[in-house]
């Protein structure tokens, strides 16, 4: 059973960081595969950040390359996403997800288990 919890969102100032964590309490976390999606207010969902059961592999949205960094603790059983120089553009709903499949995933479509989400908010 997979289920996921995300946490660490919160109203920041423009050029603060924040961390998120995505909690598995699961037991199979080491084999999936996972990825960070956001949803800003009146916006589509959109992909953010993919990285694979082994931490070998990542992928990042043109958006937040550079600026954002997806990593995984296996033995914690838990996903992160270290967000950096947060402009008011990255203000959204963040959500972790899960899949089965090897390798990195962009798609929503491909991932088969959702937390709720954290509200990340950066003010001007």
């Known amino acids: 059973q997979v289920q996921l919890v995300e946490s660490g969102g919160g109203l920041v100032q423009a050029g603060a960081s924040l961390r998120l964590s995505c909690a598995d309490s699961?037991?199979?976390?080491?084999?999936?595969?996972m990825g960070w999606f956001r949803q800003a207010p009146g916006k589509e969902r959109e992909f953010v950040a993919a990285?694979?059961?082994?931490?070998?592999?990542?992928y990042y949205a043109d958006s937040v390359k550079g600026q954002f960094t997806i990593s995984r603790d296996n033995a914690k059983n838990t996903l992160y996403l270290q967000m950096d120089s947060l402009k008011p553009e990255d203000t959204a709903v963040y959500y972790c997800?899960?899949?089965?499949?090897?390798?990195?995933?962009?798609?929503?479509?491909?991932?088969?288990?959702w937390g709720q989400g954290t509200q990340v908010t950066v003010s001007s």
């Open positions: 997800a899960a899949t089965r499949g090897l390798g990195v995933w962009t798609k929503e479509q491909y991932y088969e288990y």
């Open positions: 699961g037991r199979t976390f080491s084999s999936l595969s």
């Open positions: 990285i694979n059961s082994i931490s070998s592999n990542t």
